[in-house]
Structure formats: C-alpha cells, structure tokens
C-alpha cells in the first residue's frame, strides 16, 4: 500500500505540483498510524526527492523563473526555519491535536484557494515588487516547516496572483520552490527527530517512476481537471484531520474533568 501511494502522490506532483506536503502527511496520518512529527519529517524527505527528479525537466522545459524563485526563496527560507523551531519547541506529548487541526486548516484553505481560482478560470494577475513578495511567502515557509503542507497549493496561488508568469512556468517555479523548503525543512527535521527510513524507503520505490510519469503526463493531459478532482479530495482529508484533532481535544478535556470529579474531597 506504501508503494502505491507514492506512486500516486508523485504523480499528483510530477502532473500539478501540488501534493508533497498536502497529501504526503496526510495520508501517513490517517491511512499509516505515523505519529504528526513522524508524517512531517517524511512529507518533507520524500517530497525533496521527488521534486529532485521533477525540477530539471521543468528546467529544461524552461518552466523556471529563477529572478521570482529567488524572491520566494528569500522569504520562504527564513520561515521554515521558524517554523520548524516552533514545532521542535512544543511538548511533544501535547502536540499531536493541535497539528493535526493546523495541518487540516491549511489543506482545507489551500485547496479552496486552488479550487476558487479554477472556478473563476483566471486570475487577474497583479504583478508586485519582489521584496514584498518575499514578505508574502514567509507565512508559507513557516507552515511548511511547521507542518509540510502548502508550498504547492498557496505557492501557486501566490504566483498566479501576483506574478505574470505564464501557467507552465506558475508549475515550475513553484516546484523549484517546494523543492527548495522541502530540502531546508527535511535536513532540519531529520536533524531533530531522525528518520522513520522502512516507510520511506516503500513511498519512494512508488515514488520515483510516479513523478516520472506525472511530469509526462503534464504535457499530454490538462492538469486543470487533476487539480480539480485532487483539491476535492484534499478538501475531504482536511477536514478529517481537523475533526481528529478537535475530537482528541475534547476527549482528553472530558478525562481531565472525569479524573477530578473522581478525586474525593478531604
């Protein structure tokens, strides 16, 4: 089941760009029993890799716009570095609902951005100075560092609504861009929790031909309806991991007040 789902998950990002964060963690939460710092640390290795494979044929195709990837860099960086922080600063005891909801607000407001952009059919494109678009980007850094999702869905809106680059090089850059957080934050997580290898090793064998065939398919088949279809479904798995992450909150409210209603007055 590994194997098949970095396939599929590759694809996805091979095919959109949209998925190494957004879906990766995700589905190592709900489908592998992988604990909320263990899914992070392996959404961000496994999607360098495979954006690693993807990356230069964008590049050769010409679909990167290294002036604007510089910008996202700049601000996107320094906020996987904060983020990344943060979570290592957390009681890990404590962490794993509250991730969870921030992990599934992102999804969901990730994918309703993507989807209210397809259903408008274009942008209208407002193209700023690229020091504030570093600013702009900053909040994607730390919440990739925080949690691994949205470097694909808010990049690309990012870059659909404030640049003038075309649909394909939107794709591009946004990947050298994920790539780039994916990269930074998975050296910083494995540093800080080491690395669940025997999961990753089976996303991975479906993994690499997945993003191979995804970046192929790009060329021959509309990405749009994929995005439309794969924002759905994202939308679904964000609000699961936001409702398990409430439900855990209340129940262990509920054991706190049990366990003091138990405790007999002197």
């Known amino acids: 089941m590994e194997i098949l789902a970095g396939f599929l998950i590759a694809m996805a990002i091979g095919m959109t760009g949209i998925g190494a964060g957004s879906i990766t963690a995700p589905v190592l939460i709900l489908f592998f029993a992988q604990s909320t710092t263990q899914a992070v640390t392996i959404a961000l290795v496994f999607g360098t890799v495979v ?15 290294f002036r604007i990837l510089g910008y996202l860099a700049a601000g996107g960086l320094p906020g996987v570095l904060l983020g990344s922080l943060l979570l290592a600063s957390m009681n890990k005891a404590s962490m794993n609902e509250p991730v969870l909801i921030l992990v599934g607000f992102t999804i969901v407001f990730s994918a309703g951005a993507t989807l209210m952009r397809g259903l408008a059919n274009r942008v209208v494109s407002k193209p700023i100075a690229g020091k504030w678009l570093s600013w702009i980007v900053a909040p994607i850094g730390l919440e990739v560092g ?9 990049g690309s809106v990012v870059l659909m609504r404030y640049t003038a680059l075309l649909p394909a ?5 946004d990947l050298a861009f994920g790539l780039l957080l994916s990269m930074f934050g998975g050296g910083i997580h494995v540093g800080m929790t080491g690395l669940p290898t025997a999961i990753l090793i089976k996303l991975l064998i479906g993994g690499i031909p997945g993003v191979l065939v995804g970046t192929q398919l790009a060329t021959s088949m509309p990405p749009k309806k994929l995005r439309f279809a794969l924002c759905l479904w994202l939308l679904y798995v964000g ?10 909150i209340v129940e262990a409210k509920a054991k706190v007040g049990q366990s003091q209603q138990a405790v007999p007055a002197r």
């Open 146 to 154: 925080f949690s691994s999702a949205g470097a694909g869905a808010l």
């Open 51 to 65: 954006k690693l494979i993807a990356a230069p044929i964008y590049f050769a195709r010409g679909h990167i716009n």
């Open 169 to 173: 090089q939107v794709i591009g850059t």
């Open 239 to 248: 609000v699961q991991l936001s409702y398990r992450g409430i439900s855990g």
